[in-house]
């Protein structure tokens, strides 16, 4: 099977379309109240609004660099809502909606790209690890953190995100095999949205990415990674097919990178309009709202309530952003080894040299 642009794959899992109709998964359903989709629907609404608040933060001069995830809302919402208290995550960069999900200060991912904190949130505290920069890497932590649960018999799972780029990467095919081996309970949640900075998928691989779970030896399934619904029942399962010692599963968001790959990158030198516009009618916040409307399990006032509480949490971000203090510049210097170190300390006398050569 060659890759299909169009994400409409008979393999790939859908429960609601782009237009908001409701379809059957024979293997996949999933049964929301109005009220759960009524919270999936404000969390996804919330965690764009963060996203654009920051990218204009960073336009503003306010942060140093920022990676939209804007279009892939549905596949972190819906896999970050899957998850339990008990269940470990472990993130790139671009994982806000997931961070949402686990209880992460926003203001605190703004820190990080703000240059004030190496994070900011604890791990522990979360059950949400430190973002990850390093393509791939985050794979193996994860897939160690994986069979350390599995030796402490704890009823709790793994889930590692990555994205497409990343399956190239040695890193990864290690995790996998380690992960397969030891049937470690980890679910490998690999957002697809199409790009690796300005490398295209066929770049990637010639063959779906979730059919290279085959060759490692665990199941692998394509979800549409627009739609939280999909997102949210196929985590949900391997999430228990791994807490019941069934081992991994390689899920396959397919999304779509709305924005640039961070803001330092310019999208329209590598890839055409016509892409981008063919993805905005898959909008994954439309098709919810679209079926809240049609099923009648939501009103404007709600509607109109949610955009409030967004405008709200975009002024709060801001404004809490731009009132988080300074570090001291040799600060930095604290924080590489636990115990003193002389290159280091060496390192941090130059600086503070240099730091006294500018006018006070
Ligand atoms: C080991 C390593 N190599 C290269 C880079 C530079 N780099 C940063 S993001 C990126 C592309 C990653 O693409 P993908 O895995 O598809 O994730 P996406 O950014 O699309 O979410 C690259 C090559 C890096 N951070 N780490
Ligand atoms: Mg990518």
Redesign the pocket.
């Known amino acids: 099977m060659t890759i299909d642009a169009s994400g409409s794959s008979p393999e790939l899992v859908q429960l609601l379309t782009p237009e908001g109709e409701r379809v059957e998964h024979p293997d996949y359903d999933i049964d929301l109240t109005p009220e759960e989709i009524r919270s999936l629907y404000r969390d996804l609404v919330l965690v764009r609004r963060i996203d654009l608040e920051a990218v204009a933060l960073q336009r503003q001069g306010e942060l140093g660099i920022w990676?939209s995830l804007l279009g892939q809302e549905a596949a972190q919402i819906g896999s970050g809502r899957a998850l339990t208290d008990a269940d470990m995550a472990f993130p790139?960069y671009?994982e806000h909606g997931v961070a949402w999900c686990r209880d992460v200060d926003p203001v605190k991912l703004l820190g990080l790209f703000r240059g004030v904190n190496h994070g900011g949130w604890d791990p522990k505290e979360h059950n949400f690890h430190l973002y990850t920069?390093?393509?791939?890497?985050q794979t193996l932590h994860a897939v160690g953190y994986a069979m350390g649960i599995q030796r402490d018999d704890a009823s709790a799972a793994t889930i590692v995100y990555?994205?497409?780029?990343?399956t190239s990467?040695g890193d990864v095919n290690e995790s996998f095999i380690w992960a397969s081996v030891f049937n470690a309970p980890i679910v490998f949640f690999c957002?697809n949205?199409q790009?690796?900075?300005s490398e295209p998928l066929e770049k990637q691989t010639r063959i779906p990415l979730y059919r290279r779970a085959s060759g490692f030896g665990f199941p692998g399934i394509r979800v549409d990674g627009n739609d939280v619904f999909a997102c949210l029942a196929v985590t949900r399962k391997a999430l228990e097919a791994a807490r019941t010692g069934q081992g991994p599963t390689l899920i396959e968001a397919f999304t779509y990178?709305m924005g640039a790959?961070t803001t330092t990158d310019d999208p329209t030198r590598y890839r055409v309009a016509s892409e981008l516009e063919a993805w905005k009618l898959k909008d994954p916040i439309e098709r919810v709202k679209a079926y809240l409307f049609k099923n009648q399990q939501a009103d404007q006032a709600f509607f109109d309530s949610v955009d409030a509480e967004a405008d709200q949490l975009g002024a709060d971000l801001r404004r809490r952003c731009l009132a988080m203090p300074d570090p001291e510049p040799l600060d930095i210097f604290d924080h590489v080894y636990r115990e003193p170190h002389a290159l280091i300390d060496r390192e941090r006398a130059q600086f503070a040299a240099y730091l006294e050569g500018f006018e006070k």
């Not at 920069?133 to 890497?137: F, M």
């Open positions: 990676a790139t671009r920069i390093v393509i791939g890497s990555f994205g497409d780029g990343a990467q957002q949205n790009w690796a900075i990178r790959h």
